[in-house]
């Protein structure tokens, strides 16, 4: 499983942005995430999904601003980020657990398949 994560960029404080992710391979994992690290501080979990588009979980520092969605058809996930604060700044990664494992986890030692990442930049 590949993954290519897209649609970063520099926004103001208060702007949305949406994020991309698309898996080539041959079974798109069940459960997809999003991570951010900022510079010096480590990988930090944002939000995840199942294959049930319908379970999902956050961060509480992005619960309510975020929203992460999936189309399985074309093996995307996407974050939609809403509200966007300075502190958002950082690169994200999407990546996916085992494709055989449909639990959600937060813990990024737990996810096997990583994208590039994109990077978000916040102004204040």
């Known amino acids: 499983v590949q993954l290519q994560a897209s649609g970063g960029g520099l926004v103001q404080a208060g702007d949305s942005l949406r994020l991309s992710c698309a898996g080539t391979?041959?079974?798109?994992?069940?459960?997809m995430g999003w991570f951010r690290q900022a510079p010096g501080k480590a990988r930090e979990f944002v939000a995840a999904?199942?294959?049930?588009?319908?379970?999902?979980r956050y961060a509480d520092s992005v619960k309510g601003r975020f929203t992460i969605s999936r189309h399985n058809a074309n093996n995307t996930v996407y974050l939609q980020m809403n509200s966007l604060k300075p502190e958002d700044t950082a690169v994200y990664y999407c990546?996916?657990?085992?494709?055989?494992?449909?639990?959600?986890?937060?813990?990024?030692?737990?996810?096997?398949?990583w994208g590039q990442g994109t990077q978000v930049t916040v102004s204040s």
């Open positions: 990546a996916g657990r085992g494709t055989a494992v449909t639990v959600i986890t937060t813990s990024p030692r737990q996810y096997i398949y």
């Open positions: 391979g041959r079974t798109f994992p069940n459960v």
């Open positions: 999904i199942n294959y049930d588009p319908s379970n999902t």
